[in-house]
C-alpha cells in the first residue's frame, strides 16, 4: 500500500473472514489514526501520520478486528497494550512466527 508510505498489504483473512486495508480520507477518519469497520471488513489507516505510528495505528486496528469479531469488547486501553504487546512479540521472537508456519506447511 503505497499512499501510506510503507508495504502494508491491501488484505488479510481472519477466522474465514477477508478484510480490506486501505488509506482513509481525513473525511473518513478526521484526526483519528485508524478506524476498523466489522460491518465493511475494512481497516482504514490514516496516511497523515509517521510510518511508526501507522504500523502501531495498523496492529491496533487488527486488535480490534480480532475482538469484533470475537466478541470480546476489550476496552481502547486493552486494545493498544495487546497492539503494543503483539508488534514486542514478532520483533523480539520471529521465530515463533517460524514454528507456526512450519505447522501449517506440515498440515497441509
Ligand atoms: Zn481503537
Not at 21 to 36: A, F, K, M, V, Y
Not at 54 to 75: D, G, P, S, Y
Not at 82 to 96: G, R, V, Y
Request: hydrophobic content about 40%.
Amino acid at each position: 500500500m503505497q499512499d501510506l508510505g510503507i508495504d502494508i498489504p491491501d488484505q488479510f483473512e481472519f477466522m474465514g473472514q477477508q478484510w480490506q486495508i486501505r488509506p482513509g480520507t481525513s473525511r473518513e477518519l478526521g484526526e483519528d489514526l485508524g478506524q476498523c469497520s466489522y460491518d465493511e471488513r475494512t481497516v482504514y489507516l490514516n496516511p497523515a501520520y509517521p510510518t511508526q505510528t501507522i504500523v502501531q495505528a495498523l496492529f491496533h486496528e487488527i486488535v480490534h478486528c480480532w475482538e469484533m469479531t470475537l466478541n470480546m469488547h476489550l476496552t481502547e486501553d486493552q486494545v493498544d497494550n495487546l497492539a503494543t504487546s503483539m508488534i514486542h512479540w514478532i520483533k523480539a521472537n520471529p521465530e515463533f512466527i517460524a514454528v507456526l508456519i512450519t505447522e501449517q506447511e506440515l498440515d497441509q
